[in-house]
């Protein structure tokens, strides 16, 4: 009898759409290639380059190893971060657990077999940051071929650790939130405090590896031979262990460190097995129910509110409402617009010395010259966080395989695109306040720069709004069992980031290169994206609205 | 009145689900569409409704063209789809606010249908519940309700009987007579042969895309020329194209 772990897993992958291609028209498979050809391997040799950069200093006090851990650390903690979010919704949130769970399987066999399939789709993320490191050192260092075996399984094994403690706490966060009716709101509640923990512990963990003393650390520091591997803390032990074993491969200490890594990936991976056994069903059972208050409000009440509304307000009302109350939703495209600015100012905020680079930026915003560099810094950011949030990007994709609903309506096409848009740029509106707060209130820029910046800085997200709508229109991906699919792992979103970052980087450049002036700034920047937002608005009431009618619902 | 004169679908390329399909259903009149899985219902059902084009071929409604005006059509339908799974996470009194809101219902008018269809349909008390935590059943009852409040002159419905409790079944199909009986034309397809014989006016048989008999249940049985029921004349004319 074939493992009915393994089985599942085989299964969920094969029903899984991945980033979806599937679909996808010759045109925008072929674009989607030459996207990642020239992607990938530009982002892999950066790691390469900046690994090459780091080696050289290191090699000289005989600490080169340490970018080995670095790199296994780094990308344990980055799968721990992104896997939070993946882990939830692929454990909870997706569709398929309703059938899983009347199958005779044992909880541990659904957690194994749904672990497994968030373990491949991190390979491509952790393949990305380790290859380089690995390879450019394996390189330089001229290591033998035992190297390159034990590098290939701790790839494998790479994102276990970091994923069974993403599952531990996803699996406790859920078994305690799964406990009433008002399940949406716990998870969104329960979302957040993982995103919060996982940034906490991120921190923690920098704050560990700065608390050497400095007798020790210079100690270590003479004996050389990669002996700073071993000293620094980590939550994630195997990424000092996995170094130690690469670096050492040539010797049985290198092997000792190799089993030991293997060794406890394994334990790791029982004890997570041992624990959805326990404590799995306990907060996947009923999650799908919504409690209902029946509260018998009688015929004579049940009209209250009932007001008749224009079709365009409606309609974007109610998709403004689904986006705050699906909880990957709001997580994902609602609560992002207002987290954007704490996330920039973190580094910021953390570091004493930093706080007085805060005190250097406002006072160089302040300079009388600054105005042009703060409306395009500002226009920059709209551009990024507007296609980031992923609403425009994901409007038609979110409707999923209920879109021929929205096909039968009597409403023009026209009209529901526009409601779309409005709701995506209402959202992104919000960064733009939230922004300009921060910016008034942190970095002390002038109040009238602000309100200019509010007056203009829709231009810019209405350009992402409508890209963004226009990009999932030509390739929606409609075929998803969990939300997370429609949002997250939607290549359409990642589409509109780029497009964002390239323009963003655009709108700066020109401004600080020839050092133009607030009055030379606003009319070029405006006028280019007034000019812009036209040209797109007629192509999406054009053939946008033709490409709408022809998408099968 | 619905027409549908030579309609053809083909998916990818070379299957046919819809082949050459005329039917003509006057107002005041309850058809039913039978048809084992996968004969063209639903498909027939989603051209109708504006959810798919026709490759060829045109479709009528109250004598409007669904690709000359779209609009005008959907605006005189109200469509049930066989699965009610929609705006799960609004509230039900928002959803058909919603619903009346894209059938311009006037304020007046919506106040009143829904006094009538949440009576009706023993709805009332969990309209201010979100529409995820009501069972299937009354699902497909909000989706009925959200169709109803435009008082739609065609109602068509695919697979409407599926999840209701026998009394709401009951309803729905005394609502689907009273509909008809006021000179508007109820659609719907159906497996339940037991149904389609004791509300349908006519019924049309479907398989693999083309209409096997289209008439009242009495023709039917003298194109048989006996007396049986519909469940073995139904077999028999889905079988005989194996």
Redesign the interface.
């Known amino acids: 009898m074939k493992n009915k772990t393994l089985n599942l897993a085989m299964i969920l992958l094969k029903n899984g759409s991945g980033l979806g291609f599937k679909g996808s028209s010759t045109a925008t498979k072929v674009m989607m290639i030459v996207l990642f050809a020239i992607a990938i391997p530009s982002m892999m040799g950066g790691v390469g380059a900046f690994t090459m950069f780091l080696m050289e200093p290191l090699m000289v006090i005989g600490q080169q190893g340490l970018v080995l851990t670095w790199g296994i650390g780094i990308t344990s903690a980055a799968v721990f971060v992104f896997g939070i979010f993946y882990i939830i919704s692929t454990f909870y949130f997706s569709s398929d657990v309703e059938y899983l769970l009347p199958l005779p399987l044992k909880p541990r066999q659904i957690v194994g077999a749904k672990f497994l399939v968030v373990t491949v789709f991190e390979y491509i993320f952790a393949a990305m940051i380790f290859i380089p490191i690995w390879i450019t050192y394996g390189i330089r260092i001229s290591m033998g071929p035992l190297y390159y075996l034990y590098g290939l399984v701790l790839l494998i094994l790479m994102p276990i650790v970091p994923l069974a403690l993403a599952s531990l706490l996803s699996m406790i966060i859920m078994r305690f939130t799964n406990l009433n009716r008002y399940k949406?709101a716990f998870k969104i509640i329960g979302g957040l405090f993982a995103m919060f923990l996982g940034l906490g512990i991120n921190m923690m963990m920098q704050s560990m590896s700065m608390n050497l003393s400095p007798e020790k650390l210079s100690e270590l520091l003479q004996q050389g031979q990669n002996s700073l591997i071993g000293a620094l803390p980590s939550i994630f032990p195997t990424a000092g262990w996995a170094g130690q074993a690469l670096v050492h491969s040539g010797s049985l200490k290198g092997l000792m460190y190799f089993a030991v890594c293997i060794g406890f990936s394994a334990a790791v991976f029982a004890g997570l097995l041992a624990l959805g056994q326990l404590i799995y069903l306990k907060g996947v059972v009923g999650l799908s129910?919504?409690?209902?208050?029946?509260?018998?409000?009688?015929?004579e009440e049940?009209?209250k509110?009932?007001?008749?509304?224009?079709?365009i307000t409606?309609?974007t009302l109610?998709e403004l409402?689904?986006l705050f109350?699906?909880p990957i939703y709001f997580l994902n495209c609602v609560i992002i617009n207002f987290l954007w600015p704490v996330f920039l100012l973190f580094p910021f905020l953390v570091r004493n010395e930093e706080v007085d680079m805060l005190a250097e930026i406002s006072k160089a915003i302040n300079q009388s010259d600054a105005g042009g560099i703060i409306l395009a810094v500002f226009f920059a950011l709209a551009l990024f966080v507007s296609g980031s949030n992923g609403i425009a990007a994901s409007a038609i994709s979110r409707e999923g395989q209920?879109l021929?609903?929205k096909?039968?309506?009597?409403?023009?096409y026209k009209d529901q695109l526009i409601a779309k848009l409005l709701s995506a740029l209402t959202l992104s509106y919000v960064a733009i306040v939230t922004m300009v707060i921060v910016g008034i209130v942190l970095f002390k820029i002038p109040v009238t720069t602000g309100v200019l910046v509010l007056l203009t800085g829709w231009l810019p997200v209405l350009f992402m709004c409508l890209s963004g709508l226009l990009i999932d229109l030509y390739n929606p991906k409609l075929d998803w069992d969990n939300e997370q699919k429609a949002v997250k792992q939607n290549i359409n979103v990642l589409y509109s980031i780029i497009i964002g970052m390239g323009l963003a980087a655009a709108s700066i450049i020109p401004v600080v290169a020839f050092k133009w002036s607030i009055t030379v700034t606003l009319p070029i920047l405006c006028g280019a994206f007034l000019a812009l937002d036209l040209m797109l608005y007629n192509v999406l009431k054009t053939v946008g609205v033709r490409r709408f009618?022809?998408i099968?619902? | 009145m619905i027409e549908l004169l030579n309609v053809n679908k083909t998916f990818n390329g070379n299957v046919k689900a819809v082949d050459n399909l005329n039917l003509v259903i006057p107002n005041g009149e309850i058809f039913g569409f039978l048809g084992p899985n996968g004969a063209g219902k639903t498909t027939t059902i989603?051209i109708i409704?504006?959810?798919?084009?026709a490759d060829s071929g045109s479709v009528r409604v109250n004598g409007i063209d669904i690709k000359e005006e779209p609009?005008?059509v959907?605006?005189s339908?109200g469509?049930v789809?066989d699965t009610p799974?929609?705006?799960l996470?609004?509230k039900g009194?928002?959803y058909?606010?919603?619903m009346?809101?894209?059938?311009?219902?006037?304020?007046a008018d919506?106040?009143e249908r829904?006094?009538y269809l949440?009576?009706r349909f023993g709805m009332?008390?969990?309209?201010?519940?979100?529409i995820?935590?009501?069972s299937h059943g009354m699902r497909q009852k909000i989706v009925i309700m959200g169709v109803l409040i435009h008082n739609p002159s065609v109602w068509i419905m695919d697979e409407p009987m599926t999840g209701l409790d026998p009394r709401s079944s009951f309803i729905l199909k005394e609502m689907m007579r009273e509909h008809a009986d006021q000179g508007n034309t109820v659609f719907f397809s159906t497996h339940v042969l037991d149904v389609a014989e004791k509300v349908c006016d006519r019924v049309a048989i479907i398989d693999k895309g083309r209409i096997l008999f289209n008439g009242t249940i009495e023709e039917m049985k003298e194109h048989f020329n006996r007396n049986e029921s519909l469940e073995k004349m139904f077999l028999e004319l889905t079988d005989s194209e194996k």
């Open positions: 949406d129910e919504t409690g209902s208050r029946r509260r018998g409000h009688g015929l049940i009209d509110g009932v007001e008749k509304g224009s079709v409606t309609y109610v409402k689904l109350r699906t209920e021929y609903v096909k039968y309506l009597p409403v023009s009618g022809n099968d619902g | 989603k409704t504006g959810i798919l084009n609009l005008a959907k605006r339908i469509f789809p799974n929609m705006f996470r609004l009194i928002e058909l606010n919603f009346a809101d894209m059938y311009d219902v006037s304020t919506r106040k829904l006094q949440a009576e009332a008390d969990v309209l201010h519940d979100k995820q935590s009501y």
